[in-house]
T-cell receptor
């Protein structure tokens, strides 16, 4: 079945630094990828939708200059949290969908802790 | 935009009993309704899904029903086992390949 690999699985960074999270579709081409953020004991909140070769579409309230998304190829999307602050600490999850296929495949998530 | 409401937020059952989780959605244009199981510290895993042209779908101990008129869909787990304990999320999508909107989640606990 479709597999999405997300790295790193966890990261700790200092306030003010930037962190990059990678999301790769391993055995299919993902024309669309989605990035979610999940706080403890809460649901997944969609941050943005990224389409290969074009700018990401951000949900209302998500700062596009803070959460940079790049979808340069059909198998890779990256989320960069810039100038991270403790309130950015969260579980970030990507998902991908193969064109024409049913369902969305989720990555294993990245636990970001900003200290 | 689409809004998905999920109930209950927590559910505790005895092993072997059935568990039912319910969701309602707001946008009648929604046409794809997946259910995910999420274990602690992991990403969601699809367990079953249903499209708007189908009223019910079953996969072994898991079934999903959809009532388009009432705009609600439900997850049914029969013969529950301790390993079914996890957080379950429903979701809805308006169009093919469009964004998924998630419900609030249900923490299911199956007691041996």
């Amino acid at each position: 079945g479709a597999v999405v690999s997300q790295h790193p699985s966890w990261v700790i960074c200092k306030s003010g630094t930037s962190v990059k999270i990678e999301c790769r579709s391993l055995d299919f081409q993902a024309t669309t990828m989605f990035w979610y953020r999940q706080f403890p004991k809460q649901s997944l909140m969609l941050m943005a939708t990224s389409n290969e070769g074009s700018k990401a579409t951000y949900e209302q309230g998500v700062e596009k200059d803070k959460f940079l998304i790049n979808h340069a190829s059909l198998t890779l999307s990256t989320l960069t949290v810039t100038s991270a602050h403790p309130e950015d600490s969260s579980f970030y999850i990507c998902s991908a969908r193969e064109q024409g296929a049913d369902g969305y495949t989720f990555g294993s998530g990245t636990r970001l802790t900003v200290v | 935009g689409e809004n998905v409401e999920q109930h209950p937020s927590t559910l505790s059952v005895q092993e072997g009993d059935s568990a039912v989780i319910k969701c309602t959605y707001s946008d009648s244009a929604s046409n794809y309704f997946p259910w995910y199981k999420q274990e602690l510290g992991k990403g969601p895993q699809l367990i079953i899904d249903i499209r708007s042209n189908v009223g019910e779908k079953k996969d072994q101990r898991i079934a999903v029903t959809l009532n388009k008129t009432a705009k609600h869909f439900s997850l049914h787990i029969t013969e529950t086992q301790p390993e079914d304990s996890a957080v379950y999320f429903c979701a809805a999508s308006i169009r093919e390949g469009g964004k998924l909107i998630f419900g609030q989640g249900t923490e299911l606990s199956v007691k041996p």
